[in-house]
């Protein structure tokens, strides 16, 4: 009880926006990105504003009073939870457009509300106090970082859609992104975990330690390698991006859902000193749950 | 002013009297007739020491009215089988059918005859919470005065749970039913396992907090950190029962290492240090005025004790002639022979007693021992003075407390004699800031101890000691618990039965001891605010007990393990519903002491819930319908319900023949409560009352100390030597003896002079391999409780919002264990396991705390429910269950403690 | 300027929860929920251990995380220091628990049944059910009805029972005292100056309006 304890007020639903949300901005960001190396993207802007939409809807269903849920919009000065919800009104609509016009130069333009909005989540979590796991300044570029690589990966996975584009994706620089930004989130991840070495709860670093196999894993080295691969046997670079993606997105939603869910230990309490009691002598405090005092 | 307060407009004023720290004053809120919140009552704040404030207990109350689980209406049981497996099967009935049933009862007993064949009471009475159920029970001790004789001595927890000896000892050496420390005014307090924190009330915290505030040095001596450990500047984890060694260190220290230092003048003038000791053990005494004998320095002669212009010596021998009276007729005439004053013989027995020798037996470092026994002395400021109302009198801001499991059973006597002695050797026993008494039950009047003091022919505190010579001693017992055959010391007062030893008459249900009658059963046993099923030993023996009893009648809350017996159930209305007026101020249980005295008033703040009806008018329709209600009236007017309602100064006392509806009898009550307390000036009603809530007087700081009244009446403190008792034993034993009667003789080794040192432990381990053929290495834990501050008294159990308070307290949760000694045994915070006691095993969740002793196990309050509804789904274990009740382990005064061997067993993994 | 602060002295304090138990009658919260607390702390080993009761709850942060982050102006802070919340404008995020370093915030979503579905509503429960506050951000408010009486009708807050928390008017040790921090000469500001105090969490640069004394200096 003294202790951090879990947090139990985001679930699933709450991680689903950050996935979603993250997944669907990377995806138009890199949509853009691609389609300046001649691909052609702006199909997956339609994904992309399904899978905000998707993400917000989720946060919809895990609010209290759902029916006043306009009222996520009157703190912009200081809430990068209004302004995920105002930027949102301009990416969806913008993204549909994109999709329905077809319009390379609407899509690298719809990719600036789509980073804005991937910015504004990983604020959310840089700015809740309460729970070390989130409250590092390492949550940013781990959260954009993710959030680009799932794009990418989405993106990989349904590269298939339109003819050529795996061709234009390995013959260009369009892997060499994928691959810096494979690298990125794992120097992002390494990044995350060090700032919290000594700056988290036990139970954080316990949650965060049992995920970093799966990520570093299944994140970092096989996404790397079946890309080097793809670049390598032209035969199967669907296939072998496809899986890249498959790889890169679903390591990006594990490692959210760990941070959200599973690492999301409060502060817990602490004290600096126990007191004197009558003529005593006042004594060393406390801080519960943490390895080492601050 | 546009506004309505935010803390309402309708406030009702009422008490709580749930434990015997209380009563204190509160408002209950009230919106639209339903009670919301309960507030303290600030306008009294000037008026009571705890400025109007109370405890996390009577927040509880709201919800206690509201409860769904209460009993709404009265019930019958209809299957006679009793059992804990047996579904009474109860049935709702009518409040006639109810009374009818018992008033039947009631008039067959009377007219069969109120004594049965064994020679006890056929009709028995428990009430619980150390008395304070009569401050919810309205006028129903009026209806039992016309029923009487009655047995009230089957305890719930009374003797085994109590400070018992120092409520015996206590009340015999300063009128001192309980026992505090002046803590206004105390700079340095010993306390051997006292939970003032949790046990103290709102005055005894509120007192401790200033107290600490002002920078008192508490040094808490206990095997596990409790909650008084925690706001104390000192811990000392002392081995269980082994206190009174640590005692016996801190006199030796006083005694052979300071001597000089001790407060002479005090013990040569209002003790009885300087008697002079003859050969047999009793005082050499003038053979004409049959006076005890001191030497006059100034005349250098023996002269009786209370000899004008003389300076008595305090130590050495003399060779002096005289008489000495022992037991019975024995007499003894000397002719020049070697005495010693009492307080030589003190010095000689104290020698063995060093701090090296105390810390082999207490695991304490006998360097602290030392060292608390000098910080003791040096805080005593022995000479200093204060005034007190204009009287000048020493100041001795030292004091020594005792808890429970220290303060009773075998050990007790020790720990009382050594904690007063401890005052008595600086001059702080009833002075300001010194060891003082708050409150007399023993003794009478009960309304105010100083009046109480009364001069012996010996020259000590005049003793309400039960008979012991031949002619007196009540030989066959007349209640189960021979409470006055066995233990003279308990007296003969309304409270004495409840002293016990009342585990005595659970012990001789199943068989009685020889050349003993076999204990009957009553025949109606009514049953209030107490479960004696969870709150007394060998539970599980008491239970089957209680199922053997013929006709029950319990007063119920909600359904409980004890009356789950029961044959009726009387639903009375609670705490926040009912009227009655009581005696609130002066100086109280615990820590209470006031400024003021008088009355305050218990009135129903919200609708009555469901048939429920008022304790007054239960006990009026019962007087009636068993065609008593002339002398229940006359009791009342006595005084029964807590005043007498004639006196020479007034007269609103109640027509005898007529029935009176409740706040007819309550009106009558504040008028002559109000006319007690004015001299007959005013007479406010019940009216009054209900708007105000209280009506106070002043209360003289002066009388919370005996200093005063002793000075005046020249009274000595019976310390250190115990002739009294001594003689008491004596002839005690030669009347057992004489009915053949041996079972008592370790309890008649305790009556000594000076009580000598025992190895408790020793003792406990001996009873227990003894009675149940086992090896106590078997047994490694010893096992022990404390108190908790949310629960102790409060009869709460079933109220959720105590429970989710108290589980801020991390020790409420199960078995409490030393981190370190768990992880030895590869044991986690969590894990469930099973505690075996050569009696019986429980089971329950392991806390792991860092404040307890390695060797020992602690299980906080009384749980193990499994009838009353709430409670019994907390999978909390009660170390009630594992404690036998043996014979062995009761001491004289017929008290045992709180203490168990044991060993666990892990059964499941932390969930 | 005014700020309200809340001092707590556990050097007094025994932990005896009649604060958690005042607030919770005074604000009629639901089961499980406690705006005000007291937890209990043992720190080191035996038998060199030691155990103190630190009551907690909202500390009314001058840089409130709880208020920067709500989306909806619901939580914000008053000029008298009070962290407040709107129930009419919370949309039940949540996100103010997860930004409190206090764990001081809770939400509730269904009607308080002390006893449970089975038994419903008790009498009290239904008299007080604060239905404003279902489904949205709840936490200690420093009883600030209480203060916004106190202040229009020229009482003093922390000083007279009408315009003070109900968990300072009850603790029976004294330890919770209630005051404006801002005055030189208040109650608080007094035993400021006169004891070692610390706040909890520091270093996170809340702000906290909450102290402990520690010591007398």
């Known amino acids: 009880m003294l202790g951090p304890t879990l947090q139990k007020r985001w679930d699933w639903r709450a991680a689903g926006n950050f996935i979603c949300g993250g997944t669907g901005t990377g995806l138009i960001i890199m949509a853009a990105t691609l389609s300046a190396m001649g691909l052609v993207t702006t199909v997956y802007a339609l994904l992309a504003s399904a899978f905000v939409a998707a993400g917000l809807g989720l946060v919809w269903l895990e609010i209290g009073r759902p029916l006043r849920s306009m009222n996520v919009f009157r703190n912009p000065r200081t809430s990068w939870m209004t302004r995920e919800g105002m930027v949102a009104l301009l990416l969806i609509p913008m993204g549909l457009l994109t999709f329905f016009v077809e319009s390379n130069s609407l899509l690298i333009l719809t990719a600036l509300p789509a980073a804005f909005f991937l910015f504004a989540q990983a604020r959310i979590l840089h700015m809740a106090k309460g729970i070390p796991a989130w409250r590092t300044h390492a949550i940013n570029p781990m959260i954009l970082t993710t959030g680009l690589t799932e794009g990418m990966g989405a993106l990989l996975i349904l590269t298939g859609l339109i003819t050529g584009n795996i061709e234009a994706f390995f013959a260009g620089y369009g892997w060499i992104v994928a691959l810096s930004l494979v690298f990125l989130r794992g120097v992002a991840w390494l990044n995350y975990r060090y700032s919290l070495s000594n700056n988290a709860p036990e139970e954080t670093l316990k949650v965060l330690e049992r995920a970093n196999i799966v990520i570093v894993l299944l994140g970092f080295v096989t996404p790397i390698v079946l890309l080097f691969m793809g670049k390598q046997y032209a035969a199967y670079q669907l296939p072998l991006a496809a899986t890249a993606g498959l790889f890169m997105t679903f390591t990006g939603w594990f490692l959210k859902y760990q941070i959200i869910i599973y690492a999301a230990y409060y502060q817990g309490f602490a004290i600096t000193h126990t007191p004197a009691r009558g003529a005593g002598k006042p004594g060393p405090g406390l801080k519960p749950g943490w390895r080492l005092p601050q | 002013m546009t506004q309505e307060s935010p803390t309402g407009k309708t406030k009702i004023p009422t008490y709580c009297y749930q434990c015997v720290a209380g009563p204190d004053l509160l408002n209950v809120r009230v919106e639209d007739g339903i009670a919301t919140e309960v507030q303290p009552n600030f306008g009294a704040a000037d008026c009571t020491p705890a400025g109007g404030k109370v405890c996390v207990k009577a927040f509880g109350l709201i919800q206690k009215v509201y409860n769904p689980h209460r009993i709404l209406t009265p019930m019958k049981r209809t299957n006679p089988k009793k059992g804990r497996d047996e579904d009474p099967k109860f049935v709702p009935i009518s409040w006639d059918e109810a009374l009818d049933t018992i008033a039947d009862k009631v008039k067959q007993i009377q007219s069969e005859g109120k004594i049965d064949s064994a020679g006890y009471p056929r009709v028995a009475a428990s009430f619980g919470g150390g008395g304070t159920s009569t401050y919810y029970m309205g006028t129903f001790p009026a209806f039992l005065s016309t029923l009487t004789p009655i047995d009230m001595g089957f305890g719930s927890g009374q003797g085994v749970k109590c400070y018992h000896s120092e409520h015996l000892y206590g009340e015999l050496w300063h009128r001192a039913f309980i026992v505090a420390p002046d803590t206004p005014k105390c700079d340095y307090i010993i306390s051997f396992g006292m939970n003032i924190e949790a046990s103290g009330g709102v005055c005894g915290v509120r007192r401790h907090a200033d107290a600490r505030d002002r920078g008192v040095k508490r040094v808490q001596i206990e095997p596990h950190l409790s909650q008084s450990g925690a706001a104390s500047a000192e811990w000392v984890p002392i081995k269980p029962k082994t206190d009174p060694a640590f005692m016996y260190a801190l006199i030796h220290v006083l005694l052979h290492e300071q001597r000089d230092r001790l407060d002479k003048v005090f013990l040569r003038d209002r003790t009885g240090s300087p008697y002079l000791v003859a050969p047999n053990g009793f005082y050499l005494r003038d053979p004409e005025t049959k006076k005890p004998l001191v030497y006059d320095l100034k005349s250098k002669q023996a002269v009786p004790f209370d000899t004008a212009d003389i300076e008595p010596a305090l130590e050495g021998q003399f060779v002096l002639s005289g008489i000495e009276l022992g037991a019975d007729d024995d007499q003894w005439e000397h002719h020049n022979i070697k005495v010693s004053t009492a307080f030589e013989k003190l010095i000689e027995h104290m020698k063995p007693f060093t701090p090296l020798w105390a810390s082999r037996v207490c695991d304490v470092d006998n360097k602290v021992i030392r060292r608390i026994a000098l910080e003791y002395l040096d805080h005593a400021k022995v000479g200093e003075t204060i005034e007190v109302d204009g009287r000048t009198m020493p100041l001795r801001p030292v004091a020594v407390t005792l808890g429970k499991t220290v303060n009773n059973g075998w050990g007790g006597y020790h720990c009382c004699w050594a904690r007063t002695m401890l005052a008595v050797l600086v001059g702080a026993l009833e002075v300001p800031g010194g060891t003082i008494g708050t409150t007399v039950r023993i003794n009478r009047p009960a309304s105010d101890r100083n009046d109480s003091v009364k001069l012996s022919e010996d020259g000590f505190l005049a003793y309400p000691m039960n008979p012991t010579d031949k002619e007196n001693w009540l030989a066959t017992p007349d209640v189960r618990n021979a409470n006055r055959t066995l233990v003279p010391l308990v007296g003969n007062s309304a409270w004495s039965q409840a002293l016990g030893p009342t585990h005595l008459a659970w012990m001789q249900q199943d068989k009685g001891p020889d050349h003993w009658p076999q204990a009957t059963k009553p025949d109606l046993w009514f049953v209030y605010r107490t479960n004696p099923a969870v709150s007394f030993w060998d539970t599980e023996q008491i239970t089957s007990t209680i199922a053997t009893f013929p006709f029950t009648v319990c007063f119920a809350y909600t359904r409980d393990e004890t009356n789950h017996m029961a044959d009726i159930l009387l639903p009375d209305r609670t705490d926040l519903e009912g009227l ?308 062995d382990l009761t001491d004289s005064s017929g008290s045992g403690a709180d203490l168990a061997r044991v060993k666990i067993k892990k059964i499941g993994e932390v969930k | 300027m005014t700020r309200y602060v809340m001092v707590a002295d556990i050097n007094r304090c025994v932990g005896c929860q009649t604060c958690t138990a005042a607030c919770k009658h005074t604000n009629a919260t639901a089961p499980g929920v406690q705006w005000r607390k007291v937890l209990d702390f043992e720190v080191g080993t035996y038998p060199d251990v030691r155990r103190a009761f630190i009551p907690v709850g909202c500390n009314h942060c001058l840089d409130a995380p709880c208020a920067d982050v709500c989306p909806t102006l619901a939580t914000y802070k008053r000029p008298d220091g009070i962290v407040s919340i709107n129930y009419d404008l919370c949309i039940g995020c949540a996100y103010c628990i997860q930004a409190c370093p206090y764990q001081a915030r809770d939400r509730v979503d269904v009607p308080n049944k002390a006893y449970g579905k089975e038994f419903g509503q008790m009498k009290h429960e239904q008299k007080v059910p604060h239905s404003e506050r279902r489904a949205v951000a709840q936490k200690c408010t420093f009883c600030s009805d209480r203060v916004d009486y106190g202040t229009a009708n020229g009482l003093t807050p922390g000083i007279d029972p009408d315009a003070t928390p109900a968990c300072a008017n009850s603790c029976i040790a004294n330890a919770l005292t209630f005051g404006d921090i801002d005055d030189p000469n208040s109650n608080v500001s007094e035993l400021l100056r006169t004891h070692e105090h610390f706040q909890m969490h520091e270093e996170l640069e809340t702000g906290s309006g909450f102290y402990y004394l520690w010591e007398r200096k």
Not at chain 2, 630 to 640: I, P, S, V
Not at chain 2, 720 to 737: A, F, I, N, S
Request: hydrophobic share 35%.
């Open chain 2, 580 to 887: 009655q007026l009581i005696r609130v101020g002066g100086t109280k249980f615990i820590e209470q002491f006031w400024d003021h005295q008088g009355f305050a008033l218990r009135q129903p703040v919200t609708e009555p819930q469901g048939d429920t009806r008022d304790f007054t008018w239960i006990s009026t329709e019962l007087a009636k319908r068993c065609n008593v209600l002339d002398k229940y009236n006359k009791a009342l007017n006595r005084g029964a319900a807590g005043v007498a309602l004639k006196t020479d100064k007034y007269d609103f006392s109640l027509d005898v023949d007529q029935e009176h509806d409740v706040e007819t009898i309550w009106d009558a009550n504040c008028k002559a409560a109000s006319a007690e307390i004015t001299d007959g000036k005013e007479q406010q009603g019940l009216d009054y009352y209900k708007e105000k809530g209280y009506r106070l007087t002043d209360f003289p700081r002066i009388k919370w100390y005996l200093t005063a009244k002793m000075e005046d009446e020249g009274v000595r403190y019976e310390l250190p030597y115990q002739e009294t008792l001594k003689r008491v034993g004596v002839q005690l034993g030669r009347r057992l003896h004489e009915k053949g009667i041996s079972w008592w003789d370790e309890q008649l080794e305790e009556y000594e002079s000076l009580p000598d040192m025992m190895d408790f432990q020793a003792l406990w381990e001996g009873a227990l391999e003894r009675n149940f053929g086992v090896d106590i290495s078997d047994y490694p834990f010893w096992l022990v409780t404390s108190r908790s501050m949310q629960y102790a008294w409060g009869g709460n159990v079933s109220i959720q919002m105590i429970r989710e308070v108290s589980k801020n307290i991390g020790t409420h949760g199960g078995l409490v264990m030393n981190t370190g000694r768990a992880h030895k045994l590869g044991l986690k915070d969590g894990d469930r396991v099973e505690i075996t006691s050569p009696l019986s095993a429980t089971r329950g969740i392991l806390v792991t705390r860092e404040g307890i002793r390695p060797d020992t196990l602690m299980l906080m309050g009384q749980f193990d429910h499994w009838a009353t509804p709430f409670a019994k789904d907390f999978d909390v274990p009660s170390m009630n269950s594992l404690v036998p009740m043996l014979l």
